[in-house]
């Protein structure tokens, strides 16, 4: 079984502050991989199903009450399209970053090959900032998927159909959409031209 795959986080095995900095890690890889995929909109279901990995023990990796096989770190991180370092390296922690460079942002591809630009991803306030990429006939998803959290989508160029809660909602250039992401929801191109966004998603959890 998958479970068996991950071992549970230890906390008496050792000295106590070696268990401490262990289930820190631990619990630092669970909150990326859900932040990596919160940010590209994805359930926790369409996760398992891209990693053949169950939704339960995904669950307790990212709430840092699994510690996740290199095996699964790889499925996990090509699933995301993030690379294994991205998820398992720890970035320097700082005060306040008040800017950040172009070159600093993190470009990624979906699945459904639209261009995900992250420039923000403030997990200390829940908030992630970024710029997709729409080629025409490309999506978000097939289907609708519902996550935790509030999203704002602004359309910089193009005409943008977003489905939400089974109610489709056509957003043009200049026009701002908000909802909450627990209703299902999808985005896609259904025109022949390029469609650019400005998303923000707001995470509760």
Do not use: C
Not at 136 to 158: C, F, I, N
Not at 177 to 185: C, F, G, T, V
């Amino acid at each position: 079984m998958e479970e068996a795959d991950a071992a549970l986080a230890a906390t008496t095995d050792q000295s106590g502050e070696i268990t401490d900095a262990t289930a820190s890690a631990i619990a630092a890889i669970g909150v990326r991989i859900r932040g990596a995929r919160q940010a590209r909109s994805m359930t926790l279901q369409a996760l398992a199903d891209a990693t053949g990995l169950s939704p339960s023990m995904l669950s307790l990796v990212e709430r840092g009450r699994a510690s996740p096989s290199i095996g699964s770190l790889i499925v996990i991180s090509a699933a995301l399209g993030v690379t294994m370092s991205e998820i398992i390296v720890d970035e320097p922690v700082e005060d306040e970053k008040l800017v950040v460079r172009s070159h600093e942002q993190q470009i990624v591809e979906t699945a459904q090959h639209v261009i995900r630009r992250l420039i923000r991803d403030d997990r200390t306030r829940g908030v992630s900032i970024a710029l997709n990429q729409y080629e025409p006939h490309t999506g978000s998803a097939d289907r609708p998927l519902m996550h935790t959290g509030y999203e704002y989508g602004y359309v910089l160029e193009g005409t943008l159909t977003v489905e939400v809660n089974g109610v489709s909602h056509e957003i043009r250039s200049g026009d701002l959409i908000a909802y909450d992401s627990h209703k299902p929801h999808r985005m896609w191109n259904h025109g022949e031209g390029l469609v650019r966004t400005l998303w923000f998603n707001i995470n509760h959890d």
